[in-house]
């Protein structure tokens, strides 16, 4: 029949009515919206699979580390052990609290701990005297000066810190590209992408070829401009990728998640035992600077009930297992790197099934022939010129640009943490509250405080998806540009955006 009626198609003679017209676009429009959520789905499963991987195996190596504690410190120091159980629970819960972005100041919890330990050692380890909570405060001031626990403190101390932010940051980038990814698929076609889309897909059926394939650059400027703003999250979304390897690179190198966190029992246990063997001279420093505690009426027998058994600690290395998992997401994020601009190529090649380049003989969007306009670029800037969708440049989906600065948070966040410093989150699903305060410190710093005080410095904050949760330290001046000035940046954008609708 003659098709004079076709509101999409060409209107030569066809074999659709009106009716089947319709039809035929949603369909098209259906079937493009879960091709995009299938290829979406391929990528969330490769980031969500790293990320659940290194989560099992981070958890395994702090399992691993209490559960050595736990098995050896009873023979090893008796009631030092057995009366202290508490202090070093708490420890390891705080530290996977932390890991799982609660509202934690990892290096005031360090500090917490060794005060703590030292606060009940020494009672324990005096016996005949009575020492009271203020000679305790006393006591920590000194602390700092005597080193009771050797230099353990301050070298766990910047060892453990940067392989949390490190391991946190690196976990949290996977959930935040995976989210990103889901929220960009989720995003629906313009009227104009859907008439392009049925164009391209179902209108050689009514023309009664529906066994030709469309042209592959047809194809290809149809998708182009149908996810230009897609294509936009490219450069970001590459940043993100290398961030990732870059981090990788980290907790496999100078940030070895494996020796650092597989061993803190064995470093807990070097302390205890500096404290042990310079008990004598440290108590004496102590008494010269707080004065003689008064002896106790009680008196008590725990010093002849310490053990000093030489069990031998060990620290079974998965260091191999760190290797293949870091080459694993190495090999799986370099290939990602592409994914937005590669996306119309692959939805042609794999889903649309067009017609090779050179063929002279597929649909070109209006007979059987060859395709002769050239191939847009990728992006929203380059579609101002597509022959098959009409794009407003001028206005680019807010959803869209929202995921962009999402990448942009990350991305920063996980440079950040490449240098051993760790930037403030607030998670925007918990009703805005408040997160920790803390700031990274330099090699020759970290040893010098052992402070009970909290950090007064206001910590920088920012809004992530939920999955990564809160932070709690400052970028120090080593940091990289504020994540606030950024946002703050992408919001003027996106306000000028909204006033040119």
Same mark, same amino acid.
């Given at each position: 029949?003659?098709?004079? &009626?076709?509101?999409?198609?060409?209107?030569?003679?066809?074999?659709?009515?009106?009716?089947?017209?319709?039809?035929?676009?949603?369909?098209?429009?259906?079937?493009?919206?879960?091709?995009?959520?299938?290829?979406?789905? #391929? @990528?969330?499963?490769?980031?969500?699979?790293? &990320?659940?991987?290194?989560?099992?195996?981070?958890?395994?190596?702090?399992?691993?580390?209490?559960?050595?504690?736990?098995?050896?410190?009873?023979?090893?120091?008796?009631?030092?052990?057995?009366?202290?159980?508490? @202090?070093?629970?708490?420890?390891?819960?705080?530290?996977?609290?932390?890991?799982?972005?609660?509202?934690?100041?990892?290096?005031?919890?360090?500090?917490?701990?060794?005060?703590?330990?030292?606060?009940?050692?020494?009672?324990?380890?005096?016996?005949?005297?009575?020492?009271?909570?203020?000679?305790?405060?006393?006591?920590?001031?000194?602390?700092?000066? &005597?080193?009771?626990?050797?230099?353990?403190?301050?070298?766990?101390?910047?060892?453990?810190?940067?392989?949390?932010?490190?391991?946190?940051?690196?976990?949290?980038?996977?959930?935040?590209?995976?989210?990103?990814?889901?929220? @960009?698929?989720?995003?629906?076609?313009?009227?104009? +992408?859907?008439?392009?889309?049925?164009?391209? !897909?179902?209108?050689?059926?009514?023309?009664?070829?529906?066994?030709?394939?469309? +042209?592959?650059?047809? +194809?290809?400027?149809?998708?182009?401009?149908?996810?230009?703003?897609?294509?936009?999250?490219?450069?970001?979304?590459?940043?993100?990728?290398?961030?990732?390897?870059?981090?990788?690179?980290? %907790?496999?190198?100078?940030?070895?998640?494996?020796?650092?966190?597989?061993? %803190?029992?064995?470093?807990?246990?070097?302390?205890?035992?500096?404290?042990?063997?310079?008990?004598?001279?440290?108590? $004496?420093?102590?008494?010269?600077?707080?004065?003689?505690?008064?002896?106790?009426?009680?008196?008590?027998? #725990?010093?002849?009930?310490?053990?000093?058994?030489?069990?031998?600690?060990?620290?079974?290395?998965?260091?191999?297992?760190?290797? !293949?998992?870091?080459?694993?997401?190495?090999?799986?994020?370099?290939?990602?790197?592409?994914?937005?601009?590669?996306?119309?190529?692959?939805?042609?090649?794999?889903?649309?099934?067009?017609?090779?380049?050179?063929?002279?003989?597929?649909?070109?969007?209006?007979?059987?022939?060859?395709?002769?306009?050239?191939?847009?670029?990728?992006?929203?800037?380059?579609?101002?010129?597509?022959?098959?969708?009409?794009?407003? *440049?001028?206005?680019?989906?807010?959803?869209?640009?929202?995921?962009?600065?999402?990448?942009? *948070?990350?991305?920063?966040?996980?440079?950040?943490?490449?240098?051993?410093?760790?930037?403030?989150?607030?998670?925007?699903?918990?009703?805005?509250?408040?997160?920790?305060?803390?700031?990274?410190?330099?090699?020759?710093?970290?040893?010098?405080?052992?402070?009970?005080?909290? #950090?007064?410095?206001?910590?920088?904050?920012?809004?992530?998806?939920?999955?990564?949760?809160?932070?709690?330290?400052?970028?120090?001046?080593?940091?990289?540009?504020?994540?606030?000035?950024?946002?703050?940046? $992408?919001?003027?954008?996106?306000?000028?955006?909204?006033?040119?609708?």
């Amino acid at each position: 029949i003659l098709g004079e &009626h076709l509101r999409i198609c060409p209107q030569g003679y066809t074999c659709c009515t009106s009716e089947m017209e319709e039809n035929f676009a949603n369909k098209s429009r259906s079937e493009f919206e879960a091709m995009m959520k299938e290829a979406g789905r #391929s @990528v969330q499963a490769t980031l969500t699979a790293q &990320h659940r991987s290194f989560d099992s195996y981070f958890q395994d190596l702090l399992n691993k580390s209490e559960k050595a504690l736990y098995d050896a410190f009873p023979s090893m120091y008796g009631e030092l052990y057995t009366q202290n159980m508490k @202090v070093f629970k708490d420890l390891y819960s705080e530290l996977r609290r932390y890991y799982r972005s609660s509202n934690i100041n990892l290096e005031e919890a360090l500090n917490e701990f060794w005060t703590r330990l030292l606060e009940r050692l020494f009672k324990l380890l005096n016996p005949q005297y009575h020492i009271t909570d203020e000679y305790l405060d006393c006591m920590v001031k000194h602390a700092e000066q &005597h080193k009771p626990f050797g230099e353990v403190p301050r070298d766990l101390k910047v060892k453990a810190t940067r392989a949390f932010i490190a391991a946190r940051s690196y976990a949290q980038g996977f959930l935040v590209g995976s989210d990103v990814v889901k929220k @960009v698929s989720q995003v629906s076609l313009s009227h104009e +992408c859907t008439r392009a889309i049925m164009k391209l !897909m179902y209108c050689p059926h009514c023309r009664g070829m529906s066994s030709v394939k469309p +042209c592959n650059n047809y +194809c290809l400027n149809v998708v182009k401009g149908c996810l230009a703003n897609q294509a936009d999250l490219s450069t970001e979304w590459k940043y993100l990728m290398d961030s990732l390897i870059g981090v990788a690179d980290r %907790i496999d190198g100078p940030y070895n998640v494996d020796s650092v966190i597989g061993t %803190i029992h064995m470093r807990i246990a070097e302390a205890i035992s500096n404290l042990q063997e310079n008990k004598d001279s440290i108590t $004496s420093k102590v008494f010269q600077g707080c004065g003689n505690p008064k002896i106790s009426t009680k008196g008590s027998s #725990s010093e002849d009930k310490k053990r000093r058994g030489k069990v031998t600690l060990e620290a079974k290395s998965s260091a191999q297992a760190l290797e !293949m998992l870091v080459l694993d997401a190495k090999g799986n994020l370099t290939a990602l790197k592409t994914y937005w601009i590669t996306l119309p190529s692959s939805l042609c090649s794999k889903k649309v099934m067009a017609s090779s380049a050179s063929d002279d003989k597929c649909w070109n969007g209006m007979t059987k022939g060859s395709y002769l306009p050239e191939v847009m670029g990728d992006g929203l800037a380059n579609q101002i010129n597509n022959p098959e969708v009409e794009v407003d *440049i001028t206005k680019p989906d807010m959803t869209i640009r929202q995921q962009i600065m999402q990448l942009k *948070i990350m991305t920063n966040r996980l440079g950040n943490a490449n240098i051993g410093n760790d930037v403030d989150f607030q998670d925007t699903s918990d009703d805005m509250s408040g997160s920790g305060s803390g700031d990274s410190c330099p090699d020759d710093v970290c040893g010098k405080r052992l402070s009970k005080s909290p #950090s007064t410095r206001q910590p920088e904050t920012h809004a992530i998806p939920k999955q990564s949760g809160h932070g709690v330290k400052g970028a120090s001046s080593r940091s990289l540009p504020s994540t606030s000035f950024l946002l703050l940046l $992408s919001l003027a954008v996106i306000a000028v955006q909204h006033l040119w609708r």
